[in-house]
């Protein structure tokens, strides 16, 4: 009789496993080795045991990949885009704000992945669980609008470096359905397992990097400048919005839903307390790696475009359209030509991050609605939802490199709105002992958390004033954005005060 209730709860997980969608199958997940002394410390510690192990290379590769492919997001043709400008127009001034951008990024991540291991369940399962049904509903149709928005960007960005590749041969269109086709080489390279998808993100990322370091060597931009644009705060007037830009495009709502269910790809033990203060240790050493990378690739090209075209006619007018001819014709071509080097990095940057948008779209599906599907036939739903609007966008906008910066405009308004509706959630769910035990994030941590959920979403606020009050006019459409802001603030307020009294989801499956 003990035995059996010994292994009651186990009984019970399994079942909640085979009723539940789930990140990832058990046989899917990465074995993470034990090392020799790790059934001594079973032994003499037992599941209560609370520190975490020395420290393991072996163990730190072999966590190592979900947060390559969560830095993924911060290289992706709408971040390269904001690079670019940045560099063009405020020259090395705001590299400053690039680094603790990106610093502000990792610990949104850092709390994501820890929401991730601590419960087993990623971030829109637990909004599933712990809101109502009506407003899961709403934060999934918003994830999922996000998502689409993030994709035809990308999308767009691949086709784009396509029709450089090619010389023009390639209209924009064509290029758009060739993207469309990296939904079946993921479906392919998963079949493999998840480390040949993480291996194969690591060379596109590499790829990158080799990219914009050539630009960046071939660039030769002031070491001095640089190294005073990063260690000295600097704003002035005319670079005001390039800096709430930057800021602005860090986070990306999908990518939090995507890291909570990335980092649940290894085999933690929750039963052992260490197990899972292990996985959360390694996980903050490999996204840390991970996104100090985006970093400098970033950097590159942000000093690329801040030494050729800082303080010229030009910088007002570059885009990610017509960015490579521009380089071409400042630094123009030689054995490699620059162009060709830009169009190589530009279409890493776009097949990693559409291929990543699909991965995304599975979670955030299959984590709302709870169905389980098979994998083949949800990539093609989520690819449908962002090739169909691409593939119009493509043809309409094809030949004007004006209207596509607008539509970009646009598609940054659309995501700025969402994100609120990913860190208010995660924010709250860290912060619940209810649902993440012992692992709960402390009061400064919450402090410190809160502040830059606060700036982020006040930037993006500021985002969406100045562009609807340059492009909304009219009584009708001012009285719809009066409507629309005002049930966008009281959803959020709803947001954060739900989160106060979340029912513990274990509470509610024991019972």
């Known amino acids: 009789m003990s035995r059996l209730e010994n292994n009651l709860p186990l009984l019970i997980e399994r079942i909640d496993e085979e009723e539940e969608e789930t990140a990832y199958d058990e046989a899917e997940k990465v074995h993470i080795v034990r090392d020799e002394d790790d059934d001594e410390r079973d032994l003499e510690y037992g599941v209560g045991c ?30 390269l885009e904001g690079d670019l400008q940045a560099g ?11 680094m603790w951008a990106t610093a502000m990024g990792l610990l949104v991540q850092l709390l994501s992945a820890r929401l991730g291991v601590a ?58 359905v060739i993207t469309a086709l990296d939904c079946f080489v993921f479906l392919f ?22 990219s914009f370091a050539w630009m960046f060597g071939q660039a030769k931009p002031s070491g001095s400048e640089l190294l005073v644009g990063i ?93 490579g001819q521009y ?9 490699f030509p620059i162009l060709y080097i830009w169009g190589i990095g530009l279409l890493a940057a776009g097949q990693s991050s559409t291929i990543t948008g699909t991965y995304a779209g599975q979670f955030i599906m299959g984590g709302f609605l709870n169905f389980k599907m098979k994998k083949w036939m949800r990539a093609m739903i989520t690819r449908s939802c962002a090739i169909i609007p691409t593939i119009i966008v493509a043809l309409w906008f094809d030949s004007s490199e004006a209207t596509l910066d607008v539509l ?64 909304v006019s009219g009584i009708i459409y001012t009285g719809f954005v009066t409507v629309f802001t005002a049930s966008y603030g009281a959803f959020i307020v709803y947001l954060i005060a739900r989160g106060i009294n979340f029912t513990p989801w274990r509470s509610k499956a024991e019972s």
């Open 50 to 79: 609370g520190g975490a192990p020395p420290f393991s290379w072996r163990k730190l590769w072999l966590f190592t990949g979900p947060g390559f492919l969560m830095s993924i997001a911060f290289l992706d043709p709408g971040n």
């Open 88 to 98: 063009a127009i405020a020259g090395y001034s705001l590299l400053w704000l690039l």
């Open 119 to 176: 419960t087993g369940r990623h971030l829109a399962e637990l909004c599933r669980e712990e809101y109502p049904t009506w407003a899961g509903m709403v934060l999934w149709v918003m994830a999922e609008l996000a998502l689409i928005g993030s994709d035809i960007q990308e999308v767009i960005g691949s086709a784009i470096a396509i029709k450089i590749l090619t010389n023009g041969i390639l209209p924009l269109w064509a290029g758009v």
């Open 189 to 210: 390279l998963e079949n493999y397992g998840i480390r040949k998808l993480e291996a194969v993100f690591a060379v596109l990322i590499a790829t990158m990097a080799v």
């Open 231 to 323: 260690l000295v705060p600097k704003l002035s007037s005319r670079t005001i919005q390039k800096a709430v830009g930057v800021v602005g495009c860090i986070i990306m709502p999908h990518n939090v839903f995507l890291h909570s269910a990335l980092v649940q790809s290894r085999e933690v033990d929750k039963r052992q307390k260490y197990r899972v203060q292990e996985a959360i240790n390694y996980y903050t050493i490999e996204s840390t790696l991970a996104l100090f990378v985006s970093f400098i690739i970033n950097l590159f090209v942000t000093t690329v475009f801040a030494k050729g075209f800082y303080n010229t006619d030009l910088a007002d007018s570059i885009g990610l359209v017509n960015a």
């Open 327 to 335: 380089l071409q014709d400042k630094y123009g071509g030689g054995v």
């Open 408 to 471: 970009n405009e646009w598609l940054n308004v659309l995501q700025s709105i969402q994100i609120p509706f990913a860190l208010i959630p995660l924010l709250c769910l860290v912060s619940k002992e209810q649902i993440m035990g012992s692992f709960k994030i402390g009061p400064l941590y919450q402090t410190i958390a809160w502040l830059v959920a606060a700036l982020v979403i006040m930037i993006n606020g500021y985002l969406l004033l100045e562009f609807f009050s340059s492009e």
